[in-house]
Structures are given as C-alpha cells and as structure tokens.
C-alpha cells in the first residue's frame, strides 16, 4: 500500500446544494501520490458532484481543498487542470472530426505566427500515446478509433497537461473486456509512475482489482472506508446500501409453462451463415452469454423486428411470427429493453408520464386519434407503484432522474402493455447495487407471473444468478446451453471463447 501521509489532495466538509436536492453533506476525502482511489456508492450517492467539485466543474457550497498541504479554491475546470487535476467524463470528450493529435492538444496547440506546427505537434502526441500504449498514428481522424482508444486519448490528453490526479468516472462502462484489461494495465503504469488516479465504478469487481483504498458515499455524506485486505464485495455493499444483502437474487422455484418464444434456423443479417435455435418457456428465465461481438444484441433486435431476418421462423405463443418493425413484435406481446437506455429507450427530454406513454400511443389511442391522457396517467402511476421509480412528480423530465430509474422508466413503458416475451439487453447496465437488486426481484417477479424472459448480460455473476438456463453465444453461433445444475463459469466461457462443454 503507498504511504499515504502527507497526502497530495484532501477534502473536507464538502457540501453542495442543487434546487430541491442537497447532493453532498460534508464529505471527506484524501488522496496520496500514486494511489488509486475507488468512489463507490449508489446512483444518487454524490459520486459525480463530488468529482465535478474536485475538477473545477462546479464550486462547492463550503468546504475546502488542499494541495500540497495548501489551501487552493477551484473556480473553474482551467484551475483544476493547472493544479495537475483532470476529470474523463463516462461521456467521452473529443472532436471525433479531428486528429489523435488534435484532440490531445486541443486549444493548446503549437503555434507560430498564427500557424499550427505540426510536425512538432505530432511529435509531442506520439510521447503521449506511448505513455498509455496506444499504438496508433497521432494523424489518425478519433471517429476511426474504437471507444477503448478513444478512452486511452483522452488519457493521453490528460497526461499532456502534467496531470497528478486523474479522475475517472465508470471508465469501463463502454469498453469490452480486452479494452477493459488495456485499460487496468494504463492505470498501474500511471501509479507507478505516481500518478494518483480517483476511479468511479458500479463495477465491484472492478474495484477489487485496482483500488487501493475504498471511500464509500450513502445519501451524499461519508458511509465508511476500506483498505487494502478491508475491501470486499460484502463490505461495500453494506457500507452502500445500509444494510445486509444476504440473498442478492432472490432466487425462486417455478415450473416453466409452455413454449412463448421459438427460433428455428433463424439467420441474422449479422450473421448470414450461422443459423440460430433457441426457445424460451412461460415463467423461464433464459440468460444469453457472449463476449462482445458474439451477436448476442443483433439477435435481441432480429426477435424484435428491428433487424430484419435474412431467413428461418420465428414463432410467438405458437404462431409463426412476421416480424417486419417493431410494431409487429409489440402488437404480438413481445417487448425489448434496449443496451443503452438513453440512446434506444427513452427521450430524456420528455416526463416519466410521456415516456411511459410512448409504446401505448397506438394501443391508448381515442377515436379522434388523440392520446388518452387519463389512460396514460393511470398507466403511468400503476408502473411508478409497481417499479418504485423514484421521481418527484410524473411530470419530471426524465434525463434528470438517476440510471436506475432511467432504467426503471424504460421498462415500465413496456410493461404496461403486458408482454408475453420480454427481451433484455444489459438490462443492469450502469446502475448502482440497490437498483440492480430492485430489477432482479422484479424480473423474478415477472416470471412467476408466467411471461417467457429472454435477457443479454455480459456480467457473469448476473448470468449465474438469474438464468434458469443459458444459451452461449461465439461469433453469431449458438456454442451451447447450459441447464441451471451445469451453470459454471468455467464451463459458460470455454462455450463462449468457441469450445465444447
């Protein structure tokens, strides 16, 4: 464990209000000189306002911040970045229309008589990439690069502007294992370097792995620490949540009914030559495991009718389904709660009311072909009963509740329409360990009620937890299936990397 004492950034009594929300409660927080500090907490915890206030973004209330043993105030980001601070966004922040080099030095760039030298400006990007083992040209336009490459500019670009502290904000949330594993070995070569890195994730596994030292936020104030041997999965939770989560997924016997979904030599337009079989019981639980790129999502959208099938059946309840649009799927009772809720699942911008509205638009229409307000109200209050969703009004727009209501919202939308198939893609993406515990008793909840459950989850322990059974995806194939008594996680990777069970 790194000396921690004297250490390079302390915070004390941090304290932030927003209008109708007092987002942070005089917290504490210090930081050593390369040590990797991991924030944990549920949505809504004060994780975020507390790395904004650290980076400039937004003033604290009250409270202050030391460097160095010495007293600074942080008015602006450019305050923080000239202190060695800087913040990557969950939200990438670069030019995609511009260079690799561009983007590293953007505003800072080599000028002479009002002219960009490049060649000098190339020469400075390529020290950085190698810093964070990116083994591109800085001419490379962003828009080419993946979204772990596009991570590790950013951290370059960080780097350029003799960063001491770097904070980042669930930097794996788009990132696929490789790119993940790229990225944790950046950050051990940062801290050895002394880089000091702040590193925010919902990911617990995560953190297992990196942190040197845990500082857990409940209810925007200080719920405990944990070093070094002290950090555990068990810890952190209850340190988060108040409480003892001894049965995370609650877990019930049920005897699956009749066949609501069926596949048969189904072929996406993803992947023309690999024909899919699959089928999915009333009041079954069926995981769908992968690696990134193994198709998983394509065949969600295919089932859905978003992608169009190149060939094979598709039989709803029985019948043999044409799924041409969405709009087919929904009229046949089938229901898809996309990967990225704020991309595919909601229009932030409009009230919960208004969201969950949409797929009924159709269903609550009045003669006139006006919307049935009153119909839409009552959807709308039976779904907030139902999923607990945590919103001051029905009339809140959506984008400013937490990830876990967003999610909440998206699948109430669907629900009040009373699906018989329900597909999930991550649905636990990104949303603190209450809320996916909230979502796991409602998806058990759900089939017990009869509906047939088909969900993608690229967290193992979700998969082992959940599914009745699992089907494992490679390259577009169907590798195996695996009932709940043969569920490892052994056996579920040697189907997904390609092998045999």
Known sequence: MTDITPPLLVARGITKSFPGVRALRGVDLTLAKGEVLAIVGENGAGKSTLMKVLAGVQPADSGSLEIDGRQ??????????????????????????LDVAANVFLGREFNYWGCIHRRELYQQAEQYLRMVGLEVQPSTIVKDLSIGQQQMVEIAKALSVDARVLIMDEPTSSLSASESRCLFDVIR???GRGVSVVYISHRLGEVLDLADRVTVLRDGQNAGELMGNEISRDRMVRMMV?????????????????VLLQAKELVTATWPKHPINLSVRSGEIVGLAGLVGAGRTELLRTLFGIDRQVSGE????????????????????????PEDRKQHGLVLEMSVRHNIGLAGLRRNQLRAGLVNQRQEADD?????????????????????LSGGNQQKVVMGKWLSGAPKVLLLDEPTRGIDVGAKEEIYGLIESLAEQGMAILFVSSEMEEILGMADRVLVMHEGRMTGELPRGEMTEEAILQLAT???H
Do not use: W
Request: net charge positive; with cysteine; hydrophobic share 40%.
């Open 72 to 97: 600074v105030q942080l008015q602006s980001v450019t305050d923080a970045l000239r202190l060695g601070i800087a913040l990557i966004h969950q939200e990438l922040n670069l030019a995609d229309n």
């Open 189 to 191: 070569q940062l801290k």
């Open 242 to 258: 108040g409480r003892d989560v001894q049965q995370f997924y609650c877990r019930k016997k049920r005897q699956p009914g009749p």
């Open 314 to 337: 598709v039989r709803i309840d029985g019948k043999v389904a044409i799924l041409d649009s969405p709009r087919d799927a929904i009229q046949l009772g089938v229901a898809l709660v």
């Open 380 to 400: 709308t209050a039976r779904m907030v009963q139902l999923l607990h969703i945590r919103t001051p009004s029905h009339e809140q727009a959506t984008q400013f």
């Open 498 to 500: 390609g092998g045999k």
